[in-house]
């Protein structure tokens, strides 16, 4: 199998190189930063979506599975959610009083979310999650937080990430204590080391897939026990693998949630919601921001809902990702790949798992898939964030490529060639070492 045609990238790398001269990072966000593709080989700057479809600035169309990092849920540019915003942006973004949105979409968040009785809206999910920290420190009295999985960048949490915690006052570690996913016997030890002393466990309900049998409901009951609240981080799976996420999924209802990315097909839209009792301590706490209220994220959102009641979303979501899910894994085994590539996850979310001979050359391997699909018009980095504008056809054309990138893949392990192949700089960890 010949390896795929470079892409025209100029009018990416003119831009990055301006980047580096105004913004540190280059980027906003790690995830889309230049170590997470393959420099010389990926486009750094896209200027338009439609559907599943994103255009770079060079004016290379992609099949898209990034979905923006989680929030496109319907597809980019999806009619109904830009009528709503059009219509809106005529009465104003934002006003002096607070508009009559911010009911309607609370209200209509506490009939579809399971544990949402009220709620708080924000713009980011580390925004959220922060506030249902608070929230949980003052409903309880307590300081510590036991957490699993990934909740954004702010101080309470990115303490615990050794390699990007410069910045943050090490004594917050002495308030985080972290425990393994699907580990309930690990949770119970940490809550019996700190009697009355643990305001909340907050985790990702689902992470790379299902939760283990009863792991959710053991972590119900021992925070009832403890006298902790329960916090479902759904920045991720809300609005994706059901619209009220992974609570609504397995049927396991916290205390408090948070939501995030889906909720608004990409406006700035998250929300922390909960029982009500749990959730007037905002009353007595200090959560305010000029920018919550924000009325087209508002409109955006009550549209998304709509759309979501009235048309098999999550359906569709589930049955063209459950094809590309199936027809990868399929094609992974029909080159011999599986000892090096897994796929794992939801129907509607899956990803990728890259196991090169040599550990170190993980992302290497990573890097030559993406190398491979990004040039054949598949813009996939390692996960598959499925849209409702996905159809069949684009998901027989992606496992087409998948094919081929697979060929290349199989012949570079055969023969020990992956770096030779990797015509870029290979992707990096998100979280690298701060130099
Ligand atoms: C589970 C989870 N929580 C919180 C966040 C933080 O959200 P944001 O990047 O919008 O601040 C993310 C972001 O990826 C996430 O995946």
Redesign the pocket.
């Known amino acids: 199998m010949q390896q795929a045609k470079s892409l025209r990238l100029s009018q990416s790398q003119q831009l990055l190189k301006r980047a580096e001269a105004v913004i540190p990072c280059q980027t906003q966000?790690f995830?889309k930063g230049p170590t997470q593709f393959v420099k010389g080989v990926s486009p750094h700057y896209a200027v338009r979506g439609t559907g599943c479809r994103v255009e770079d600035v060079d004016g290379n169309s992609y099949i898209d599975y990034m979905g923006a990092?989680?929030p496109i849920t319907l597809g980019y540019n999806h009619p109904k959610v830009n009528e709503a915003i059009r219509r809106q942006l005529e009465d104003g973004a934002l006003l002096s009083l607070p508009h009559p949105l911010e009911v309607e979409v609370a209200e209509k968040l506490v009939a579809c979310i399971p544990c949402a009785e009220m709620v708080r809206f924000t713009?980011?999910?580390?925004?959220?999650?922060s506030a249902a920290v608070r929230i949980a420190r003052a409903f309880t009295g307590r300081d510590l937080i036991v957490q699993s999985?990934?909740?954004?960048?702010?101080d309470w949490y990115a303490v615990t990430k050794p390699l990007r915690n410069r910045g943050i006052p090490k004594v917050l570690l002495d308030y985080i204590l972290p425990f393994p996913y699907n580990n309930a016997d690990s949770l119970q030890s940490i809550l019996e080391r700190n009697p009355g002393k643990v305001a909340a466990v907050m985790l990702?309900p689902s992470v790379l897939g299902p939760p283990n049998h009863g792991f959710l409901e053991r972590c119900r009951k021992l925070t009832y026990e403890h006298g902790a609240l329960l916090i479902f981080?759904?920045?991720?799976?809300g609005f994706r693998i059901a619209l009220g996420g992974a609570q609504e999924k397995f049927n396991v209802v916290p205390d408090l949630a948070?939501f995030?990315?889906g909720m608004a097909n990409g406006m700035?839209l998250?929300a922390v919601m909960g029982r009500a009792a749990v959730m007037k301590s905002c009353d007595d706490i200090f959560y305010s921001s000029t920018f919550g209220g924000e009325i087209l994220s508002l409109a955006a959102c009550k549209a998304v809902i709509d759309i979501y009641q009235s048309e098999p979303v999550i359906e569709h979501l589930a049955e063209v990702g459950g094809k590309l899910l199936r027809g990868t894994r399929e094609r992974i085994r029909r080159h011999g790949l599986e000892r090096y590539i897994e796929i794992v996850g939801f129907d509607a979310r899956s990803m990728f798992l890259f196991h090169a001979p040599r550990p170190e050359e993980n992302l290497i391997l990573k890097s030559l898939f993406h190398q491979e699909v990004v040039r054949r018009g598949i813009l996939c980095n390692g996960y598959h964030n499925m849209t409702y504008a996905h159809s069949e056809e684009d998901i027989q054309r992606t496992l087409a490529v998948y094919d081929e990138a697979f060929e290349v893949l199989k012949e570079a392990l055969d023969t020990g060639t992956l770096r030779e192949r990797l015509q870029g700089v290979p992707m990096q960890e998100v979280f690298r070492p701060v130099q």
């Open positions: 966000c995830s990092l989680g713009k980011t999910g580390s925004e959220a999650t999985g990934y909740h954004g960048w702010h990702e981080d759904e920045v991720i799976m948070t995030g990315k700035p998250s």
